[in-house]
């Protein structure tokens, strides 16, 4: 069970008791397992809310086509003729 799902339960069983029962009377629970339950939770959430932003990813830019058709048109110069073997 989840340690928020935890004292969620117990808070909400607690204002359950705290309505049904006369003003006059005290709870089942003490003060000091109240503030228990709410550092339990606080340290739960602080782990949450402290975790860093995770980093944007960074899209490589794509090709230029022009510069990828200059470097065609440099391998088609490069090209040495082949001669006949045949003669």
């Not at 550092?39 to 980093?55: C, D, S, T, Y």
């Amino acid at each position: 069970m989840d340690k928020t799902q935890i004292v969620s339960e117990f808070m909400d069983n607690l204002r359950n008791e705290m309505n049904t029962r006369p003003k006059d009377q005290d709870c089942s629970c003490s003060l000091s397992q109240v503030s228990t339950k709410v550092a339990m939770l606080e340290a739960e959430v602080k782990g949450i809310f402290n975790r860093p932003e995770p980093k944007p990813k960074v899209e490589e830019p794509l090709p230029n086509l022009e510069t990828a058709a200059e470097g065609d048109n440099k391998a088609d110069s490069d090209d040495v003729e082949m001669k006949d073997e045949a003669a």
